[in-house]
């Protein structure tokens, strides 16, 4: 288990890494919308440093194939969402993005839930998972693929209300989630494939790949760029994650705990994810309003006819 361990760490510098660089680009960039993609694509890929960050997330996506060879489900999603805390530094320092502290109590209890997830694992009991039935797996998949763009497009719809709030991007977030959520079911379900690429051809796995990856990148540019990614990443690393180590679980006959100890750390930490994304603010605060400048001090008042009566 060392090597995916170290494959899921080297995943989590990489992501990060990744959304911080597409970030700053698209702040250079004119804005993006998903119903412009050839422009959105033309933008993007005419700048250097999105697509250096571009590769870094594709070297991301080969890591977790190691991972997902050598680690349970679930054990893969608790190493994964550790790496929140590195993209907040980068965040903050690449980035200038500051979270308001109730962000950052969420983000601690997502650390929480990492940590009580991680120590429900087991070695000697938890079991690798190869392949899943493939009607179960568009059993889990396509109501995600059906409910993501809704939701995306219901965020966009009420963000141009008159008089709204400036969303925080949550909705665009939970939107991503699930669609990475397929895509990590695609890409478990590959890795236990790849030393038959006729066979994996055959399976709905790459075909889930290419349409997630597409649908992806569109949908997260736009999101990107008029959010922080200091919110957008965790909420949707958040949704991919318990949705992943959930349904992926037991799609792939991966067993749970049979010690009750290490089963209730893995349910609540779980439940407490969840809670946490569901309390996260969907509204950005409101900025404070600008002080208007003071006037200058009056200089000594000269009173009408002064230098004549000093004259007489």
């Excluded at 080969?62 to 965040?91: D, M, W």
């Excluded at 990856?213 to 959010?227: E, Y």
């Excluded at 605060?285 to 009566?309: C, D, I, T």
Aim: hydrophobic fraction near 50%; charge should be positive.
């Amino acid at each position: 288990m060392g090597w995916g361990v170290a494959a899921a760490l080297l995943a989590n510098v990489l992501y990060s890494t990744g959304f911080v660089l597409e970030k700053k680009a698209l702040g250079r960039l004119p804005a993006v919308s998903v119903k412009e993609p050839a422009r959105l694509l033309r933008l993007v890929l005419g700048s250097p440093l999105w697509i250096g960050g571009a590769l870094a997330l594709a070297a991301g996506f080969g890591a977790q194939l190691i991972v997902y060879r050598t680690l349970p489900i679930a054990a893969a999603q608790g190493i994964f969402v550790s790496g929140l805390v590195l993209l907040l530094l980068l965040s903050a320092r690449l980035l200038g993005e500051r979270a308001p502290a109730r962000e950052r109590f969420a983000v601690g209890a997502i650390l929480a839930a990492l940590v009580m997830v991680v120590l429900s694992l087991s070695p000697a009991t938890d079991t690798v998972g190869g392949d899943a039935p493939t009607p179960l797996i568009l059993l889990v998949c396509l109501p995600a693929l059906a409910a993501s763009p809704w939701i995306y497009t219901t965020a966009e719809r009420r963000s141009r209300q008159p008089h709204r709030r400036p969303t925080a991007g949550v909705e665009y977030a939970v939107a991503l989630g699930l669609l990475y959520g397929v895509s990590s079911l695609a890409i478990k379900g590959l890795s236990g494939r790849l030393t038959d690429p006729l066979d994996a051809l055959r399976s709905p796995y790459p075909y889930l790949l290419l349409f997630t990856g597409a649908f992806g990148l569109i949908m997260s540019q736009a999101a990107l760029q008029r959010c922080r990614v200091s919110l957008i990443v965790p909420v949707c690393t958040t949704v991919t994650s318990v949705f992943t180590a959930v349904l992926g679980t037991l799609a792939f006959g991966e067993t749970l705990p049979g010690d009750p100890v290490r089963l209730t750390l893995r349910i609540a930490g779980t439940l407490l994810a969840v809670s946490v994304l569901l309390a996260m603010p969907k509204h950005d605060p409101p900025e404070p309003p600008e002080r208007p400048e003071s006037p200058e001090p009056p200089g000594p008042a000269v009173r009408s006819g002064g230098s004549k009566a000093l004259g007489q």
